[in-house]
């Protein structure tokens, strides 16, 4: 089954029950004895919540369909009236024309339904997004596709000739859905971009370019909806004309003819009532939940001096390299020492950052949101350029044997890496993944020439990074305020959709976090299984000799379900400490096998293993391609 399938289906459920009950609605307030200042307040009062999420789109949806069915009506009435008047002209002569004139009460009650109006009309002028082409296209045609969806379910109770008004309706629905189809930005918007309004590359677009793409998750549900509408209004105002002119009866025949007709109506009735509140509940538990004041801001001060600007700084410098940002190769060790050297206040720099307080100044914008994020985005960049230029430098600091050096500078990128993310966005935290990722890579190829107090010294500072390290739910909770405050309701309603369907994973994110803590786990007992063989002689014959002299405890595996520690095996061959990986299931610790194209599937065969992880996709002569992948 496609992605798109359950959460489609969720959308087409609120859809049609939203179009229904509101066309039922709009249906009584056209056709009901009441005054028509009541019918009006009762209507404005049933989409009042709307303003207050506030969506005003949906309003002008529903205000749409609504006057669509009340105009539908009056015209159906007047032509009512011209047939009686044909048919009957001896009834009718002596009856006086109509004119178009106010009572006084009638101008005195269209005094404050035009002050609310106003008031409405003012706010959503005032507030309403900017919208494009594509979000008024499809305000307009759902409003009055709806209504006329809702004035065809009315049209085939009243027609006398049913397989006629059947086949015609049938016509017009899937002319209707058509239309809708064609032209839809809602469907395109929540699937999968969950933004209002829809980006301009949508269907309609291609449309008017003459390219129209066959997707089924916007096409296929418009032909569902529409003609569900109409059903389920054809259904209703049925069941409610038998609630009210029940005639034909038949039953006990010492229950006599008013009794039962007075039964009949009151099951009528009771059975509309539920289905009319079946019909309004999914309606009214989305306007419930969109309701809910936001969630707040997260509460992140600022630090002064940011450390954050001293490495921004220090980016922009390395930028200007193109042998430290990995734009070119350096053609020796000493033209690497040279640029390394040439921006050493850089690296100075960058290391005070560092050494600072960082908070991102992302959450202190709070009006705007939106600029103040892509301010942030726009420094994502030359952070990655400043890592590159940490890992050139420890590139030269193996090449010149200095080992403990190498393993400071790659633990510094990987600090680097989980500063970047900190308080930050799901953007920032991927980028900062990237550059631990690099800090990880120059330590496991600087492992085999430490000494057993280096390898303590570099457990330590591990031990310290997963100890800090944020948790994904505390990233993606951060990302969905973020979204909810810039997105507004229209992400608020899909995010609502999501929740409902049963999660069959954990998401790519939180299974590249725990790939990033396997990484950083298995470097951790690679390190100790180093230190303990140059300590002992031999490697150790199970994990647990390693503690407490090593470690204080074995790191656990993020991917075992049951909370195991990382596995070891020991042969004549050598050593191998692995992670099960995403697939969750021990392959003997076989590594991930690569494709023709150098790629491993982390959900195929095999297990995670550093070797494997940190070997070259490419071949040798390709590093900078290589180092780039290691992001």
């Known amino acids: 089954m496609a992605n798109w399938l359950p959460i489609s289906l969720l959308f087409g459920v609120v859809l049609v029950t939203s179009y229904t009950s509101m066309g039922l609605l709009t249906l009584w307030a056209a056709t009901s004895r009441w005054h028509w200042l009541l019918r009006s307040a009762v209507v404005l009062a049933v989409l009042a919540p709307l303003l207050l999420i506030p969506a005003y789109e949906p309003w002008i949806v529903f205000a749409l369909q609504a006057c669509t069915v009340a105009v539908g009506v009056q015209l159906w009435r007047w032509r009512a009236a011209r ?60 409003g009055l596709c709806s209504g006329c969806a809702v004035l065809l379910g009315a049209w085939m109770v009243a027609g006398r000739r049913k397989r006629i008004v059947r086949l015609a309706a049938l016509v017009l629905c899937l002319g209707l859905a058509a239309v809708m189809a064609a032209f839809d930005g809602l469907l395109v918007s929540a699937l999968p971009q969950r933004y209002w309004p829809p980006f301009p590359a949508t269907v309609a677009t291609m449309i008017r370019d003459g390219v129209m793409p066959w997707r089924p998750d916007v096409v296929l549900p418009w032909f569902v909806i529409t003609p569900a509408v109409t059903l389920g209004l054809w259904m209703m105002v049925a069941l409610w004309h038998r609630g009210t002119n029940a005639s034909h009866v038949c039953g006990d025949p010492h229950v006599s003819a008013p009794q039962r007709r007075h039964g009949r109506r009151i099951a009528a009735r009771c059975v509309f009532a539920a289905l009319f509140a079946a019909l309004a509940f999914p309606p009214a538990l989305v306007v419930e939940k969109l309701l809910h004041p936001l969630p707040p801001l997260p509460d992140v001060t600022v630090p002064v001096p940011n450390g954050l600007d001293d490495m921004v700084a220090a980016a922009q410098e390395f930028e200007k390299s193109s042998i430290l940002s990995m734009a070119a190769e350096p053609s020796s060790t000493d033209e690497l020492a040279a640029e390394v050297a040439k921006y050493a206040g850089a690296y100075q720099r960058l290391r005070q950052g560092l050494s600072r307080d960082v908070g991102p100044e992302l959450w202190t914008h709070e009006e705007d949101l939106a600029d103040a994020y892509y301010a942030s985005v726009n420094n994502l960049m030359p952070m990655r350029w400043a890592a590159r230029a940490l890992m050139r430098e420890a590139k030269l600091a193996q090449q010149q044997n200095r080992h403990n050096d190498a393993v400071r500078i790659a633990l510094e990128n990987v600090r680097f890496g989980q500063v970047i993310g900190r308080d930050a966005l799901m953007v920032d935290y991927l980028t900062g993944r990237g550059v631990e ?28 990074v997963e100890r800090r390290r944020e948790p994904i739910d505390e990233v993606l909770r951060r990302d969905r305020i973020w979204e909810e405050h810039v997105a507004g309701w229209f992400h608020r309603f899909c995010q609502l959709l999501s929740d409902v369907l049963p999660q069959k994973d954990s998401g790519i994110e939180s299974q590249m976090h725990a790939r990033q803590q396997a990484v950083t786990r298995l470097l951790i007992l690679e390190l100790a299984l180093r230190a303990f063989r140059l300590e002992h002689g031999t490697p150790p014959d199970r994990l647990e000799q390693l503690t407490p002299e090593f470690l204080d405890e074995l790191p656990h595996d993020p991917f075992a379900p049951n909370g195991k520690s990382l596995r070891y095996i020991r042969s004549e061959e050598g050593c191998v400490v692995y992670s099960i990986g995403a697939n969750c299931r021990d392959d003997g610790g076989r590594p991930f096998v690569r494709d023709e194209n150098g790629w491993c599937d982390p959900y195929g065969d095999g297990d995670l293993r550093l070797d494997a992880h940190f070997a070259p996709d490419e071949p040798a002569e390709d590093a900078a391609a290589t180092d780039n992948d290691g992001q």
């Open 83 to 142: 047939r009686h008047v044909r048919e009957s002209p001896s009834e009718n002569c002596d009856t006086p024309k109509r004119r178009f004139r106010f009572s006084l009460a009638t101008l005195l009650a269209l005094v404050p339904m035009v002050a609310v109006l106003t008031a409405i009309s003012t706010r959503i002028v005032a507030n309403l997004p900017e919208q494009n082409t594509e979000a008024w296209t499809t305000i307009v045609l759902n």
């Open 437 to 464: 990722e690099i800090g990880d890579r120059s330590l496991y190829q600087s492992l085999p020439y430490l000494n057993a107090e280096q390898c303590r010294e570099a457990i330590a500072a591990l031990v310290e």
